[in-house]
């Protein structure tokens, strides 16, 4: 298995941003999908975004425009660009990989430990 792990998160203020990142310990996605998704308590998991092996990405519509996904060019290292966060934006947040290699991307098993980001206001 790929292991995957999550930059540290951390705290920022209502209207800041974030950068995320998460490294592999192999090229994943050259071959896979990749993707961010975010719990908070008392919620369901949810999809931020994904993508796939040759850049294709994919929003939640809840997450476009102030959450970009890109990846490195060697597919090492997938980035999360969290911009205008809000308060409910805190959550924890993690890295995934899944077996499909083109979008739509899904069935996501393997996964980082998750990393804690708080927005305050």
């Known amino acids: 298995q790929v292991r995957l792990l999550e930059s540290r998160g951390g705290s920022v203020q209502a209207g800041g941003s974030l950068r995320l990142s998460c490294t592999t310990s192999?090229?994943?996605?050259?071959?896979?999908?990749m993707g961010w998704f975010r719990q908070s308590p008392g919620k369901e998991r949810e999809e931020i975004a994904s993508?796939?092996?040759?850049?294709?990405?994919r929003y939640s519509d809840s997450f476009k425009g102030r959450f970009i996904i890109r990846k490195d060019s060697a597919g090492n290292t997938l980035f999360l660009e969290a911009n205008s966060l809000k308060p409910e934006d805190t959550a924890m947040y993690y890295c995934?990989?899944?077996?499909?290699?083109?979008?739509?991307?899904?069935?996501?098993?393997?996964w980082g430990q998750g990393t804690q980001v708080t927005v305050s206001s």
């Open positions: 995934a990989t899944s077996p499909a290699t083109y979008l739509p991307c899904g069935g996501y098993n393997n």
């Open positions: 993508i796939d092996s040759i850049g294709r990405t």
């Open positions: 192999a090229p994943a996605y050259r071959n896979y999908c």
